[in-house]
């Protein structure tokens, strides 16, 4: 008999769940529900709200491109210091990866990039970039204040973690694939999911927006050079004329999409670079051109690049001139398209709605742009989505890669909480969702 008693009692203590989360005496009650709305007043107190936004300015002043974000870094590493979060070091050239919880699984990463752009800041403001030619013009500096936001709350209630946070600063999202050499690292080893933001211009403030199944699009860029036979402009018989094969080459890309891929199968293909000839009276030896290619499967993705590749050295044969195409598939790798899971969605309105309300959860048409998150999604599960900043009071918001991109810092808070939510929910749902471990019971029996 006393041996069924000490059965029912381990057994009920189990069935009971993890004890509550946050217990800090203003975040004990009503259940998990009511936690991303505690997270988001903690997110916009005004001490952690203005220590944010003093960390986005200062990274935004001394904007660093792919793989060379050693400052950004090093703030990012004394900030974790300071609250002693662990973390590891160097991880692909200039990731931070900490860690925040019991150690032990689930492992759930929340994820910010960290580089900016190679183009020249035209917002005049106190914290303007103080690099020429480089700019924040993305709003990685944001992200990065946001998931340091979220470090800081978390690492404060890491007794109350139902599992294990990791916290991933990754670099060179801007094309270098920093998210490819991150997994490569094995830095994500034993996570089961992944989330990951992007400030939006055009969602208003406190609203999120995105979608199940593919959301942006995957990218390839291509670059190819035409040669024929230089010559005097009024002997054209005399020479091989690129010029004119060139633009035969440009007229014919433009068929794959229209004439060979199914209409509902969003799809392009942008020649944005030619670049030849020098005179109004010769005949050039070759033109180079360049361009992109964007769609939503790996499949189509890899039928695009073959077609181009086709397409070009078919249609320079045609005007006599030879053809040879760089896919760049070293320094840019083919990006996947971002894609995703549907059960991290669904994940994502209930947190999101609770804590913003389910009419601010809104869902977004897919996109042609690319992100590299979704490396990460091809290889665990992944959920991307937009945070939004647009704000009457600030006018209107320019486009992200803008050089007049701005960044409304009320959203900072959101990201922040949101973050958090999505990570501490994420664990105690996966383990209220673990069936109960047998043999362990035995054991302890
Ligand atoms: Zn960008
Ligand atoms: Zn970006």
């Not at 050239?93 to 689930?106: C, E, Q």
């Not at 490819?180 to 055009?202: M, P, R, S, W, Y």
């Not at 050039?284 to 939503?296: C, E, L, M, N």
């Not at 590749?309 to 040879?324: D, E, L, M």
Request: proline share 6%.
């Amino acid at each position: 008999m006393e041996f069924m008693w000490v059965f029912l009692i381990v057994l009920l203590s189990l069935l009971a769940g993890p004890t509550p989360i946050l217990s800090d005496s203003s975040l004990s009650s009503n259940g998990f529900s009511e936690i991303p709305k505690k997270l988001l007043t903690l997110a916009q107190k005004p001490e952690l709200f203005e220590w944010m936004v003093g960390i986005r300015r200062k990274i935004h002043e001394n904007p660093e491109l792919g793989y060379e974000e050693f400052e950004t870094s090093k703030l990012i590493r004394a900030e974790l210091d300071k609250m002693g979060v662990a973390y590891k070091y160097p991880v692909a050239v200039t990731g931070v990866v900490g860690s925040i919880g019991t150690g032990k699984p689930p492992f759930v990463a929340i994820r910010a990039d960290m580089d900016a752009l190679a183009m020249q800041e035209m917002v005049e403001w106190e914290h303007k970039s103080k690099i020429p030619g480089k700019m924040h013009g993305c709003g990685h500096d944001a992200h990065v204040a946001m998931l340091l936001g979220a470090a800081k709350i978390l690492k404060e209630h890491e007794k109350d973690l139902q599992g294990t946070i990791v916290l991933v600063f990754q670099p060179a999202e801007e094309g270098g694939g920093g998210a490819k050499k991150v997994l490569d690292a094995g830095a994500l080893q034993n996570v089961t999911a992944i989330f990951g933001l992007h400030v939006a211009h055009h969602i208003p403030l406190a609203e999120v927006a995105s979608r199940p199944g593919p959301f942006f699009a995957g990218s390839g860029f291509f670059e190819a050079t035409i040669s024929g036979k230089g010559g005097h402009a009024a002997l054209p018989h005399h020479a091989v004329d690129p010029i004119l094969a060139v633009s035969n080459v440009i007229g014919s890309l433009q068929h794959i999409v229209s004439r060979e891929v199914d209409p509902l199968d969003s799809q392009v293909v942008t020649v944005g670079k030619v670049q030849g000839g020098e005179a109004f009276n010769v005949i050039p030896d070759s033109v180079t051109i360049g361009g992109t290619f964007r769609a939503f499967s790996k499949e189509t993705l890899l039928q695009l690049k073959q077609r181009i590749a086709k397409v070009i050295t078919g249609q320079a044969a045609v005007q006599r001139c030879n053809a040879t195409v760089n896919f760049f598939e070293d320094e840019k790798p083919l990006f996947p398209p971002t894609v995703n899971h549907k059960e991290l969605h669904k994940h994502f309105q209930n947190v999101a709605g609770d804590m913003l309300g389910t009419h601010r959860v809104k869902d977004h048409q897919p996109l042609m742009g690319s992100e590299d998150f979704a490396y990460y999604q091809e290889a665990i599960p992944g959920f991307f989505f937009f945070l939004g900043m647009k704000d009457d009071r600030l006018g209107y918001l320019d486009t992200p890669h803008s050089p007049y991109f701005r960044i409304n810092e009320d959203a900072l808070p959101y990201g922040a909480a949101l973050h958090a939510s999505l990570a501490v929910r994420y664990l105690i749902e996966t383990q209220l969702e673990v069936p109960l471990p047998e043999q362990q019971n035995r054991d302890e029996l």
